[in-house]
């Protein structure tokens, strides 16, 4: 089950990404983000960084390893943004 | 040699290793298995190199063992250069490469939807290179620092990340970062002049993310159509002007404008249009091409430069990675569970195309996304896919896209999202 937080992401990825046919509410938190079930990839993950910097004031950063760990899962991210955001 | 270095520096290492001893540089247009696969079919002596990407989003990849990883391909010898100690020796004399040497074949989607190969003798990428360097840098003459976001696989990334540093004064940022914190933070370690060289799909990323940008003398974009208001708040942000360049894989770059003040094209020179018949398509000549080449676009020539009238219908270009709808179209068509599909570009958002989707036994949308990475990659993959129950097509079998776009509108009613 998701968090409220977790909705608040995953109802920003269906969003961001434009994911028709993809239930928010259905993104398991703990199921890989990219290389899985919703087929992501790095022209996406540039979508979900900037939608989450507009909509948090959060940057992700590559070269940091927390960022790295953050794209796993729907789950790892909305605890960075929880955690990085003002 | 397949050569599928990610990082900048190993990528031109390499490519000038291959040079010296005549080995030519294949440049997949994708790291799919399936086009590994059969590039290592077509060329059979061929091998891999790569140096396991700093991309963020490969460690999930590999994880999970889908499109990305370079597992799988038993046949193909591959070589990890993050594995090797690579040491600088001194320099010898400048090598000489005879002119006709196939120094790289580029692959594009050809018409009919199969890759078509594309020869780069080595005196092309020498001329195009001079010509590109006069035509991108700036006039000064000075050393300029440089960040490119694109791949060097790509024909973009490969004229101005590789082939112009090496013949021009251009010092080469050895990464190439993703996010935009990441992009300003390299920048920012740059010294000036700096040259950033990107897409429209970054410079969205990038301008959008309003993070305060280091000053950039010129900034060039290529790939895709870059808005004018983008390109506008592109040299706000960077106070340097910004040159869009049109190119096919065929030639390479082939004109520029500055489009946050101009519309019209202008050919590098060194190209020029050839006469032709009236209606023909546009054909392009250069004393280094080695045939005259066919546009892409429909262009209308004026004397102080050419306006683009559209692309042809097929093409489609996602993230810089340019892909056939109808070899799209034919990748779903073989999917188990799907009966008929049709792919093309929603008027509306151009960024992706969009697909409808005909089932024969209720395939899983996970269950097409296999496939699909396991033929294409991913970023061709369409969304929405959405399913319909049949497609509306004429009695020859024909589709017209006024009627598919009216399927495609009220089949994305029903999802709520329209």
Known sequence: MQTAAQHIIAQLLVDALNLEGVNAAEIEPDAPLFGGGLGLDSIDALEIALAISQKFGVQMQADDEQTRKAFATLASLTEFVETHKN | ?418
């Not at chain 2, 040699?1 to 010296?20: E, G, K, Q, R």
């Not at chain 2, 060097?152 to 050895?174: K, N, R, S, Y």
């Open chain 2, 1 to 418: 040699m397949l050569n599928l270095c990610d990082n900048p520096y190993l990528f031109t290492v390499a490519f000038c290793a291959a040079l010296i001893r005549r080995q030519t540089t294949l440049l997949p247009q994708n790291r799919s298995p399936e086009t590994l696969r059969r590039l290592a079919a077509e060329y059979p002596s061929s091998y891999l190199l790569h140096n396991h990407l700093h991309n963020p989003l490969s460690a999930p990849n590999e994880q999970h063992g889908q499109a990305g990883d370079l597992v799988d391909l038993a046949d193909l010898a591959q070589v990890n250069l993050n594995q090797w100690r690579l040491q600088s020796s001194r320099a010898t004399a400048i090598p000489e490469i005879e002119r006709d040497f196939p120094a790289a074949i580029a692959f594009t989607s050809g018409s009919t939807g199969r890759p078509k190969a594309i020869n780069k003798p080595w005196h092309t990428l020498v001329t195009s290179s001079l010509m590109n360097g006069a035509c991108m840098l700036p006039p000064t003459g000075d050393l300029v620092h440089q960040l490119a976001t694109v791949p060097p696989q790509h024909m973009w990334g490969l004229e101005t990340g590789v082939l112009i540093p090496l013949f021009w004064p251009v010092c080469v940022a050895d990464s190439r970062p993703l996010f935009p914190a990441d992009l300003v933070k390299t920048l920012q370690a740059l010294p000036a002049p700096r040259l950033l060289v990107s897409t429209p799909v970054h410079l969205r990323a990038l301008v959008g993310s309003n993070l305060p940008l280091p000053p950039c003398s010129r900034i060039l974009c290529a790939t895709a159509p870059l808005a004018a208001d983008l390109a506008i708040a592109s040299e706000a942000a960077t106070g340097g002007d910004l040159l869009e360049i049109y190119g096919c894989s065929e030639i390479g770059s082939t004109a520029f404008r500055r489009t946050a003040s101009e519309t019209l094209w202008r050919l590098i020179p060194g190209l020029s249009f050839q006469p032709q018949s009236a209606g023909a398509p546009p054909q392009i000549g250069g004393a280094h091409l080695t045939e005259v080449q066919v546009l892409q676009d429909r262009v209308e020539i004026s004397p102080e430069g050419f306006t683009l009238l559209g692309r042809n219908e097929d093409m489609v270009n996602v993230g810089g990675k340019r892909g056939s709808l109808m070899q799209i179209t034919q990748v779903l068509l073989d999917t188990p569970g799907i009966a008929d599909a049709v792919v093309f570009m929603p008027e509306d958002a151009a960024s992706r195309p969009a697909a409808l989707v005909v089932a024969k036994d209720e395939p899983s949308s996970a269950a097409i996304q296999h496939y699909f990475v396991q033929h294409l990659d991913t970023v061709f993959l369409p969304r929405p896919l959405l399913f319909v129950e049949r497609l509306p097509r004429e009695a020859t079998g024909k589709l017209h896209r006024a009627k598919v776009l009216e399927l495609y509108h009220a089949a994305l009613a029903r999802t709520g999202k329209a």
